[in-house]
């Protein structure tokens, strides 16, 4: 399929189902989940330690593989895809931030962000990179390596290496679980600007409803299945809807 055939959906899943384990011992970390994610909007998944957020994201973004169920990601079809299209998808179509940043520690800032480009043996849009770095606020923090850099700076970098290989769609595990309130505003409001001013799709999980708040929508999980949704959140609304799901507060 095409990106205009797949219309305004960005990733979707169908009844989709995970089992980690076999026998008595086996957990249903995903019980039928049916979710379409849009395109150019900022999602976040949200629901209580051990609901299947992260679980479900690695499902969309093809680090795992579901038990059942069909996962398609900008028109293809993850789900069933050989583990060396689902290395080149991931390479070229997907970009992931983490809450451990992930950087490499020996190399500088420039060279982290460039590098899934370089391992792709792609160029590097000079262009595109400098509005990236400029956006996050990184431009005199290139030539720095990772100890070197704050938290918050060593995130946005992780962001900067998502986003400067303009991947179909970025998903993002916690990633403000380990910054201060600050940080995280800014690397929050740089997932959101990503999205309003770059036409970026992201998805995030998040156990924060202030951090939710930054989205266009909320899905909220529990026991592996998707429970609820909210448009245009705000922190209050969101902590509303746990209340009135309750699906709890972390
Ligand atoms: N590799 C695994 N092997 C066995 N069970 C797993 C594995 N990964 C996750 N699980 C189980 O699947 C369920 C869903 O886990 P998942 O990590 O997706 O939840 P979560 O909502 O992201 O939780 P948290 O907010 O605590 O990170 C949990 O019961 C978890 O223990």
Known sequence: MTESASGGVIASAHDLVKVYGVGPTAVRALDGVDVDLVRGELTAIMGPSGSGKS??????????RPTSGT???????????SERRLTALRRTRVGFVFQ?????????ALENITLPLDIARRP?????????????GLTD???HKPAELSGGQQQRVACARALVARPAVVFADEPTGNLDSTSAAEVLGFLRGSVDDLGQSVVMVTHDPTSAGYAHRVLFLADGRVVGELRDPTAETVLTALAALRVGAP
């Open 100 to 108: 451990a940043y992930n950087l490499v520690p020996t190399l500088t």
């Open 124 to 136: 590097v849009d000079r262009a595109h990179l400098d509005l990236v770095v400029g956006t996050l």
């Open 55 to 64: 679980t479900l994201m690695h499902c969309l973004a093809g680090l795992d």
């Open 141 to 143: 923090r290139l030539g």
């Open 71 to 81: 996962v398609v990601v900008d028109g293809q079809t993850v789900s069933s895809m």
